[in-house]
């Protein structure tokens, strides 16, 4: 789902985005899962969080990073 451009807080702003979209489709959801990069799952997972707040239990999908080897 694009999301506006921004030099700063992109993964909150795109968790808003998400948000507001579902709220505007009236699509009602209990659980979300975000499937991110490596290191930034915990902290992707506590933005959306933070955007849902206490009504959309936030799950993480950590997926292996591509542009690195991680045995060297």
């Known amino acids: 789902m694009p999301s506006p451009s921004s030099a700063q807080n992109r ?3 795109d968790a808003v985005v ?3 979209w579902l709220d505007h489709q009236e ?3 209990t659980h979300l ?3 991110t ?3 930034h ?3 992707s997972r506590s933005l959306y969080s ?3 707040r206490d009504h959309v239990t936030i799950g993480v999908v950590s997926l292996k990073p591509d ?3 991680l045995d060297t």
């Open 41 to 43: 799952a915990r902290r």
């Open 27 to 29: 699509i009602k959801v």
């Open 67 to 69: 542009r690195y080897d």
């Open 37 to 39: 990069g490596g290191a």
């Open 50 to 52: 933070l955007a849902f």
């Open 18 to 20: 998400i948000r507001n």
């Open 33 to 35: 899962d975000v499937v």
């Open 11 to 13: 993964t909150f702003l």
